[in-house]
């Protein structure tokens, strides 16, 4: 299925939702919903994305989660910050009958996540109204999906014992979710969780398109420099993230640019800091004035010079957001949602390695430089001199 | 005949800054005129204005007005200790003046200016003083762009925020917090200290268009034009939202004056800082008058997450750091290995252990640049800042760290902060610990 | 200080430490007679708790008692009592009942904000505090609503997000006044706020204009409009300051440009003037600013005008400060 390109009201869309979780295919078809840079999302807010992707991602629970849902549940319960997200993602997931190790891992980083930021929500309809005839909470939920993998949950079964003995940090119907599932779990046989790694489903890169006109993209810097994409991406290969300083979730933006200073840091200790550059783009270039990128950058530990740059594209972001296919999409003030979204570019500017949707490794970012370095001293460049590669590990998809 | 005097600890610019805690200090002859020693007295060059020094040959001796001192005429340097008088601290950078001349001459052979810097009472400000405040505070904050958001951001999500609430650290953390921001506050301008908001009391010339902003008809927050806080921004957004629930032309906020306050967790030689419970201790003053201070307004400052884009947040927990130090010196409690002083004396590992940061050998985020759960994913202030007037707290601080701020046990935790009457020492009648 | 200084400090503290406790015990005593001789709630039971606060509890929760009385147990024991899980579900019940006094309720709910700052003690009950915010939303009480969706709005909570917006809408009664409820939701800058932002830059009041024109420096789109107020001089100084300072948010050399024009034109409003000259000479690249030859002269034909003082020590300031060439 195509998805729905015409504008319309979260009503409509949790209708929507709604028919296809009953509807045979429909999961594919919730599935082909999932990617936040779907025309139906421009201009809604990031509340009204909030409660869609939440609601969008529960009804997989009906349907089954496709392959290519997976990734998106993942990326919410690990970096999701609102508790209906976060509450989507982990009822979604009883649409699985057993989970990987890395999904019972993003259950756990889910409970940790929604410390201080648990809230009482509804799946009674899209858009419940106070008060909920069926009110739960994001940490029910996820403690509740957990239960529901039964002996294939027995993995996580210390973690679990460990956060009923917490009793200052849950309130009491959470604590007693959890020790309902320690109950069931004392009587099961336990079984180990699906083999293979969830993140990582999803299409392969896309080839840089033809007649891409992005190298003549105009960028300032943080010094309020003005240079252009292909001045600045060719010649050596470099590492690009993009992120924007109104940016509220913790585990998205300003945890992307921290990692991204010890990346610099890394490649520094290894002798590599002149050979690869380091960039940030931000996806709010009106609003993310030249000190604006200063500051975000070093208070998180990036240095600056001529080969670590934050930009904002004063020209051309649009060539960009396509060249890249950005997972941002706007409200009619700023991005509305993004993922997490670094690339590693080759030295032609063509993108080698993209690091999407998951939280990345530097580390990964590192093993995923040095072979590029690699594969190009042994000259097994395609024919146009560019690499496209997907990368197969815990930390990498290429959503 | 010169005579050099030489303070420990000044600034880059060779300024000194002092507190009510003595610091060490030499006086010696530079041109001798024979060989004999020459006596001189070092006291005040004007006893009636600005601040105020007195002076010891030994660092706990009783200190004076005057001292003597011999001086060699080989130019050998005879130690003192000089420390500022409680109750004259200085309104303007220099404006103590320490003069050595012969004894009994007016004329003075060298004198030397100083700064008596302490933190004061936000409502008894003078003009000059408040305007280099709000006009360095308002350079922090740089519209958004400066340093301050840092600080902002120590405060806001939950993870940061359990590393300062809800358990006894969170005297500890707050304290290093104000002092942290302080020290950047000097750095632009060396004569300015956070100054504390009585709360209990009330502070009609704090909530002014010249100081932290009158509130209009409609809870906007009114600024005087010359007042550089009009420029304020926190998480990119303009200006300050801040209703006083209370009159405070008139009244206190909603909350318990200080002799309650100081009278939580019992009083001298019993009082205890916090009992491993639930109740029973001075930490208690973090739900009334601290709790209460902050929901006494609607607006920012009520919530937790967003109390510190409001710089009176800064002005409040001034007073609550105020309230710990009076406390401190009432009890004499500046020994953190002592039960009464801090229960959880071990560290997160201990057998008898609280949350982490929050016992006494915790180092505290974000300064220890110790980052994922439970600690939060970064560190906006790392490591805390050296300054050449302090070498405490050091770059990692403990909770225990925070205890001695005015070196009384150990001279080198000298801090270099104090309050206008919050005296040094301990209060007369109380026995050790 | 003189060790004479010292002992009449530590009398002093003495008597006010001592006077403190004087006057919790007898207030405790009076508590303790007030909760013997009403008929106890058989709830009690379940308190278990320091000797002083069961009783604070007792009148605290006895309805039939004045409404000053129980308040006062809020004020002097609130903290304490906010300490105990048990006891901050009884003030959740509280503040949940519509029957009871508001302002018992008020002090009720302002009590369990200052236990909300303790963060790490308060976690296991933040839920149920914001469950109860979302049932004040539609409160009689008009201080309880208010203070509800404020506490609500400046978290970004999409609940009240949602309830705010359909009612500017026309789907549903405004728990606040209009005003206040756009303003409430110019907290969140993820919102579309502009167009209500420029709906209430339309209102009579100074006070809600500025209001107005604060929250319009989260939007570049605004600029425009934020230098149209900046140099409107039928608008009200208070406001075109704000502006201003939204206007310098947004676009720090487009201020700057404006700002040195208004400045030094002795036709405009010296509060105004003062302000942008203060902005100048603080903020932003004063290299820049000293550089440049024909403002600086400008400045130097203000610095002696005594009609405007405060501007004019502003423009000596200025100058004073002008790095040597």
């Known amino acids: ?399 | 005949m010169q005579i050099a005097i030489a303070i420990a600890n000044p600034d880059a610019a060779g300024r000194n800054y002092l507190t009510w805690a003595p610091v060490r200090a030499t006086a010696r002859v530079v041109d001798p005129v024979g060989a004999d020693p020459v006596a001189v007295t070092v006291s005040n060059d004007d006893a009636q204005a600005g601040g105020q020094l007195e002076f010891a040959a030994e660092r706990d001796e009783p200190r004076t007005g005057s001292l003597d001192l011999t001086l060699p005429a080989d130019g050998t340097p005879v130690e003192f200790w000089v420390a500022g008088v409680v109750g004259r601290a200085s309104s303007a950078d220099g404006d103590a003046v320490l003069r050595v001349a012969n004894p009994g001459e007016a004329v003075a052979l060298t004198t030397k200016a100083v700064m008596v810097r302490v933190r004061k009472d936000a409502n008894e400000l003078g003009a000059a003083e408040r305007d280099r405040f709000t006009t360095a505070l308002a350079k922090l904050n740089d519209q958004g762009a400066g340093l301050f958001q840092n600080f902002r951001d120590m405060h806001r999500q939950p993870l940061a925020l359990n590393q300062a609430h809800g358990a006894p650290g969170f005297l500890s953390w707050h304290r290093a917090y104000l002092l942290d921001l302080e020290r950047e506050l000097q750095r632009i301008d060396p004569s300015v200290t956070l100054p504390y908001w009585r709360f209990d009391r009330p502070a009609p010339r704090l909530f002014a268009a010249d100081f932290l902003g009158r509130t209009g008809p409609f809870g906007d927050v009114i600024f005087s034009a010359t007042n550089l806080l009009r420029q304020w921004n926190t998480d990119g957004a303009p200006g300050i939202s801040r209703r006083p629930q209370f009159n405070v032309q008139n009244s206190g906020a909603f909350v318990s004056d200080d002799g309650t306050t100081l009278a939580m967790g019992g009083l001298p030689p019993d009082a205890i800082f916090d009992t491993g419970t639930d109740s029973g201790g001075f930490d208690e003053m973090e739900g009334d008058p601290h709790g209460f201070a902050h929901t006494s307004f609607a607006g920012w400052i009520r919530s937790t997450g967003t109390a510190p884009r409001d710089p009176l947040f800064f002005l409040l927990h001034c007073n609550v750091d105020r309230l710990w130090a009076l406390w401190q010196w009432f009890n004499n409690r500046f020994d953190g290995t002592l039960p009464r002083a801090y229960f959880f004396r071990g560290s997160a590992g201990s057998a008898v252990a609280t949350d982490i940061g929050h016992n006494l050998l915790d180092t505290m985020w974000p300064w220890n640049n110790v980052t994922g759960f439970p600690r939060p994913g970064n560190a906006p202030r790392t490591p805390f800042p050296a300054v050449p007037t302090a070498t405490a707290p050091g770059p990692a601080p403990t909770v225990g760290d925070m205890i001695d701020y005015q070196g009384l046990l150990n001279a080198q935790s000298d801090m270099n902060f104090a309050y206008d009457d919050v005296p040094y020492g301990v209060a007369p009648s109380n026995p050790p610990g | 200080m003189s060790e004479q200084a010292a002992e009449r400090l530590e009398a002093e503290l003495r008597r006010q430490t001592d006077a403190a406790r004087a006057a919790q015990s007898r207030y405790l005593s009076e508590l303790a007679a007030t909760a013997a001789a009403n008929r106890p709630d058989p709830g009690l039971e379940t308190f278990r708790s320091q000797p002083e606060q069961e009783p604070a509890m007792a009148v605290l929760t006895d309805t039939a008692l004045p409404a000053e009385q129980r308040v006062e147990v809020l004020r002097r024991l609130g903290a304490s009592l906010s300490r105990r899980a048990e006891y901050i579900e009884a003030l959740l019940a509280i503040v949940r009942d519509r029957g009871d006094d508001a302002a018992v309720r008020s002090v009720a709910l302002q009590t369990l904000g200052g236990a909300a700052f303790q963060v790490v003690r308060f976690r296991p009950h933040q839920q149920a505090y914001d469950d109860v915010l979302h049932d004040l939303v539609d409160d009689p009480v008009p201080e309880l609503r208010e203070t509800a969706v404020g506490v609500l709005a400046q978290q970004h909570d999409p609940v009240v997000q949602a309830t705010l917006l359909g009612a500017l809408r026309g789907d549903g009664p405004l728990p606040v006044e209009r005003e206040r409820a756009i303003l409430l939701l110019a907290e969140d800058d993820h919102l579309d706020n502009l167009p209500w932002l420029q709906e209430l830059y339309r209102n009579d009041s100074a006070s809600v204009r500025a209001e107005a024109v604060r929250f319009m420096g989260s939007y570049p789109d605004a600029e425009p409009t934020l230098e149209g107020i900046l140099r409107n001089k039928d608008e009200a100084p208070s406001v075109r300051q704000q502006s201003g300072a939204a206007l310098r948010f947004l676009t720090p050399e487009r201020f700057e440009a404006v700002a040195k024009e208004i400045s030094t034109d002795p036709s405009d409003d010296p509060d105004v003037r003062t302000a942008c000259l203060s902005a100048l000479q603080h903020l932003g690249d004063t290299d820049r600013l000293y550089a440049d030859a024909d403002f600086v002269n400008r400045v130097r034909e203000v610095r002696g005008d005594e009609s405007a003082p405060q501007l004019a020590q502003v423009a000596r300031d200025l100058l004073a400060q002008r790095p040597e060439p």
Not at chain 1, 262 to 284: F, K, S, W
Not at chain 1, 295 to 310: C, N, T, W
């Open chain 1, 1 to 399: 299925m195509t998805a729905p390109n015409a504008p319309m009201s979260e009503t409509d869309l949790g209708a929507l939702i709604d028919r296809l979780r009953h509807a045979p295919g429909g999961a594919d078809e919730l599935a082909a919903l999932l990617p936040e840079s779907l025309p139906i999302y421009r201009n809604r807010s990031a509340a009204e994305m909030g409660r869609l992707r939440g609601y969008l991602l529960a009804a997989f629970a009906d349907t089954g989660v496709p392959q290519a849902a997976l990734p998106f549940v993942l990326e919410s319960l690990a970096t999701g910050h609102v508790a209906v997200e976060v509450a989507g993602a982990a009822v979604g997931l009883r649409g699985l009958a057993a989970p990987t190790a890395d999904i019972l891992a993003a259950l756990l980083r889910a409970v940790d996540n929604l410390a201080g930021a648990d809230a009482t929500i509804s799946f009674e309809q899209c858009q419940p109204v106070w008060p909920y005839r069926r009110p739960t909470t994001a940490l029910t939920e996820v403690v509740r999906t957990v239960g529901h993998f039964g002996s294939r949950a027995a993995a996580i079964r210390p973690q679990l014992e460990l956060l009923a003995r917490q009793r200052e940090r849950f309130p009491g119907p959470v604590l007693k979710e959890i020790q309902d599932v320690l109950d069931r779990l004392a009587g099961c046989v336990p079984e180990p969780p699906a083999p293979g790694h969830s993140c990582c489903a999803g299409p392969a890169l896309r080839e840089q398109p033809p007649g891409d006109t992005t190298m003549h993209a105009v960028l300032e810097d943080q010094d309020a420099r003005a240079t252009s994409f292909g001045e600045f991406f060719r010649g050596r290969p470099s590492i690009v993230a993009f992120f924007y300083t109104r940016c509220d979730n913790p585990y998205k933006c300003s945890l992307t640019i921290s990692k991204l200073a010890a990346l610099q840091n890394r490649l520094a200790e290894r002798g590599m800091a002149g050979a690869v550059r380091l960039a940030a783009i931000t996806y709010d270039p009106d609003f993310d004035l030249p000190n604006r990128l200063r500051r975000y950058g070093a208070d998180r530990g990036v240095r600056f010079g001529e080969d670590a740059r934050f930009f904002r594209v004063t020209t051309g972001f649009q060539e960009i957001r396509q060249r890249f296919d950005l997972g941002v999409n706007y409200g009619p003030s700023t991005v509305n949602r993004h993922r997490s979204e670094v690339y590693l570019l080759n030295d032609e500017g063509g993108i080698a390695a993209a690091f999407t949707r998951q939280q990345w490794d530097v580390a990964a970012v590192l093993a995923a430089v040095e072979n590029l370095a690699q594969t190009s001293s042994t000259g097994m460049d395609g024919p146009s001199g560019r690499i496209v590669t997907v990368w197969k590990s815990n930390s990498v998809s290429s959503v």
